[in-house]
């Protein structure tokens, strides 16, 4: 194969098969340095430098604050690129202007060009890819870029720019074997992104964490801001449901009034709501207490997938309406389990499955170490056969939830089963 001339179908598998990827290939395809980084920006010509950015970190909620805050801008008027992962069906997902995916041409072209140089020094698949949308995002002179963190922040490699403001959503057990085994060492890793003279948001106060971020602060000269200290009268019809939006929406106008008072950014206030009540629209999220299927049985997928956010999805489920609880849900083989098993609810029906990436656990270990967290349930050979499964169980007052890990609500997020069930529903009641 001439790799000089790669379709974008080509360049896409060269991409998820040759280089170090974090979804196939866990902790060693992290790269502890941002010099690799630093050297492909270099190499094609330091796009960073040539828009302004927004960095944000955090453990949960970082994705819906990249999104809306993206949205506001996008509404008035300005504009937006947005860099965020991972991506559920399509890569192009991971980078946008205005809302729109980057082009397949511009994702095939970058990687013939470079691709002696790929080569050469081997970047991991997020390296690679984050420089192809800063090099887009640059060429196509964006007004602003929404960047969201990877893993951690001090070594993650969209730690390179140099940001307009900085915000962390809050810090939570996950990649413990990463980032850290406590709070204040994964709060130390979060806190690499604050920079020189540029204010921080901080998203959930906790306390006995906060000096990470008031000793970085003043480290840095950065004016530290804290979320709670910000009051709103008006209310807002944020399109994002669920309980744990109700942190982050806090977080987002907080960051918004920071952008407006320190960066001098203006935003009508009639936009603002516009696009808070429209972030979907806008940037094509998906993934966050995601309504499939509206009732009979309803169907809902999240994303949440660590200890916090798997909290913040029982405490969720536990405020709808239903007769039964359907589970479908698969794990990463290295995600750290037993303080997520504890949170669950006990009188579900689980249907477990491994999601298909390396990383995926097995759906009998996983059936097996739920069962002996006293939580009951089949296994099934793959998420559409979980699914296909509790659909055929499911009673119309039921629901069925989707979860556990953002690669189960990837392959299960567009699934034909459930546009199946609901074109069918429409006839029945035409």
């Not at 709070?183 to 006995?208: F, N, S």
């Not at 089949?378 to 499964?389: G, I, T, V």
């Amino acid at each position: 194969m001439n790799y000089y001339d790669l379709e974008y179908s080509q360049a896409i598998t060269y991409l998820f098969s040759k280089l170090p990827y974090f979804s196939r290939d866990g902790k060693k395809a992290i790269k502890y340095s941002l010099d690799k980084i630093m050297y492909l920006c270099d190499k094609a010509g330091n796009p960073q430098n040539n828009f302004h950015s927004i960095h944000i970190a955090g453990t949960n909620g970082k994705g819906s604050v990249s999104h809306s805050i993206s949205a506001v801008f996008q509404a008035n008027g300005y504009k937006t690129a947005l860099y965020t992962s991972p991506h559920l069906t399509d890569f192009r997902e991971r980078m946008r202007i205005n809302g729109e995916m980057i082009p397949k041409e511009y994702v095939a072209n970058f990687i013939n060009k470079y691709h002696i140089l790929i080569e050469e020094i081997k970047p991991s698949f997020f390296e690679i890819t984050q420089v192809i949308a800063f090099s887009w995002f640059a060429e196509s002179k964006v007004d602003i870029a929404v960047i969201e963190t990877g893993l951690g922040g001090r070594l993650d490699s969209t730690n390179i720019i140099k940001p307009k403001l900085s915000v962390i959503t809050n810090i939570s057990f996950d990649h413990t074997d990463i980032l850290g085994d406590t709070l204040e060492k994964i709060a130390e890793e979060k806190a690499g992104i604050i920079k020189p003279q540029t204010p921080v948001v901080i998203g959930r106060l906790q306390p006995d964490i906060h000096f990470v971020f008031e000793r970085k602060s003043k480290e840095m000269d950065a004016k530290l801001y804290k979320s709670s200290d910000f009051h709103f009268s008006e209310n807002v019809d944020f399109q994002l449901k669920g309980i744990y939006q109700k942190e982050n929406i806090i977080t987002i106008r907080a960051a918004l009034k920071v952008l407006e008072d320190d960066c001098q950014y203006r935003f009508s206030k009639d936009k603002i709501l516009y696009a808070l009540s429209h972030v979907k629209e806008l940037t094509g999220l998906r993934g966050r207490w995601d309504v499939l299927r509206e009732k009979n049985p309803k169907i809902i997928a999240d994303t949440g997938h660590n200890e916090d956010g798997i909290k913040h999805v029982v405490s969720q489920l536990n405020s709808e309406q239903f007769c039964k609880l359907r589970f479908i849900i698969g794990m990463m083989v290295d995600k750290k389990r037993d303080k997520i098993w504890k949170l669950l609810p006990k009188d579900a029906q689980y249907y477990f499955c491994r999601p298909n990436v390396p990383r995926g656990m097995n759906e009998i270990e996983l059936m097996n170490e739920a069962k002996s967290n006293g939580l009951i349930g089949n296994c099934y050979s793959s998420c559409e056969e979980a699914l296909r499964n509790a659909i055929l169980d499911a009673g119309i007052d039921h629901l069925i939830f989707i979860g556990g890990s953002t690669f189960v609500v990837a392959e299960l997020i567009e699934s034909s089963l459930i546009t199946e069930i609901n074109e069918q529903h429409s006839k029945n009641t035409a």
